[in-house]
């Protein structure tokens, strides 16, 4: 059996043929191509146990030590290089001086990496992201999602696709519920939320799922009734009962790349609103997304907004294209089966 090469960011906490990490559409790629393929995994390792768990039989973690001992393998396999940060360009960097091919070397990207990088690291950062796309970008092949929209809500039987007549008259609730899914993590901006919605009155209530209860313990949870927190979900069906509990997603983060929760949202049929310093999001999801200020008010005017036209929004959100990711790896089969 052919074997390919994916490279990733992420941390995997391993143990055997068990897999544990913190990124669930990592998980995604991984399982697609492991579905005709063995997989030599390349990524960063950690001793902490992380939220999502796969059991992955035909996967071999390889250190960069081991990778000078598959020179054949790296001339003669297919590569696949998840997002481009400083770490996988590295990796790139060494599979070329091994031998790799530009026909066998793919790089995924999921977001405006330009973008991400200026708010991260301000123009150091924008700059940083130039040289390595523009060093590799004739060096390779480029595959994006960003503008892959296919498919379309009332034509899939998905688990995660809603149908039209679960379309719910909401306008007229007097509570708001709002849901936040997602790392807590300082970058996330959760404590923001929190703090905004500490000024908030009965009318709002904010359910906050996530992990990583190493930066947030129970100890330091809101005494708020009118926030309740949980740890992570781990199941398709839990998680979408969350979402139709809820009116509205929130995404709080002061960065974000390309968030598989605005794609489970939307597909649930529920608006997101996001803060300004994200509004960039804008440009990838054309529809069902709401820029506010970070302010107790302007979250409060843009709520009352979304709620008064929910209906409306709603068939909105059902009649547009979405990327959906089988269509996508449906693609990405085509091209490592060959």
Same mark, same amino acid.
């Given at each position: 059996?052919? @074997?390919?090469? &994916?490279?990733?960011? %992420? ?19 991984? $399982? ?7 997989? $030599?995994?390349?990524?960063? @390792? ?6 999502? /768990? ?14 000078? !001992? ?19 360009? =590295? *990796?790139?960097?060494?599979?070329? &001086?091994?031998?790799?091919? @530009? ?16 708010? +991260? ?17 004739? +060096? ?11 498919? !379309?809500?009332?034509? @899939? ?43 908030? #009155? #009965? ?5 906050? &799922? ?10 330091? /949870? ?10 992570? &979900?781990? =199941?398709? +069906?839990?998680?979408? $009962?969350? /979402?139709?509990?809820? %009116? ?35 440009? =990838? ?26 209906? %409306?929004?709603? $068939? ?5 294209? *979405?990327? =959906?990711?089988? !269509?996508?790896?449906? !693609? ?7």
């Amino acid at each position: 059996m052919k @074997k390919i090469f &994916i490279i990733s960011n %992420d941390k995997f906490n391993i143990n055997g043929r068990r897999f544990f990490n913190s990124n669930k559409n990592t998980f995604t790629i991984i $399982n697609s191509i492991n579905k005709f393929s063995e997989v $030599n995994l390349i990524a960063r @390792k950690t001793n902490f146990k992380q939220k999502f /768990y796969r059991k992955l039989n035909k996967v071999y973690f390889l250190s960069i030590k081991k990778l000078f !001992n598959k020179i054949n393998e790296v001339k003669n396999s297919k590569i696949l290089i998840i997002s481009l940060t400083p770490f996988n360009f =590295t *990796i790139y960097l060494i599979l070329k &001086i091994l031998g790799a091919k @530009k026909k066998n070397i793919f790089l995924f990207l999921r977001s405006d990496g330009f973008e991400e990088y200026r708010i +991260k690291f301000g123009s150091l950062g924008y700059f940083i992201y130039w040289l390595m796309l523009n060093f590799s970008k004739n +060096k390779l092949n480029i595959l994006s999602c960003s503008r892959s929209l296919t498919g !379309n809500f009332k034509k @899939k039987k998905k688990k995660w696709l809603i149908k039209r007549n679960l379309i719910k008259k909401k306008k007229n609730l007097k509570i708001r519920k709002i849901l936040y899914v997602g790392r807590f993590r300082e970058e996330k901006g959760f404590l923001s939320l929190i703090n905004i919605f500490k000024k908030l #009155n #009965n009318q709002f209530q904010l359910t906050m &799922i996530g992990n990583d209860q190493k930066y947030f313990k129970k100890k330091d /949870y809101p005494k708020n009734t009118n926030i309740k927190v949980f740890g992570p &979900i781990t =199941t398709d +069906k839990d998680l979408i $009962n969350y /979402y139709d509990r809820s %009116d509205i997603l929130i995404l709080p983060s002061y960065m974000e790349a390309y968030p598989q929760v605005i794609l489970e949202s939307l597909s649930r049929l529920k608006p997101i609103i996001i803060f300004n310093e994200i509004k960039y999001l804008k440009k =990838t999801f054309k529809f069902g997304l709401f820029n506010c200020n970070r302010d107790d008010k302007s979250l409060e005017s843009i709520i009352e907004k979304i709620m008064n036209n929910y209906n %409306d929004i709603q $068939n909105r959100i059902l009649k547009e294209k *979405i990327f =959906t990711q089988e !269509n996508f790896f449906f !693609n990405v089969e085509k091209i490592f089966k060959s």
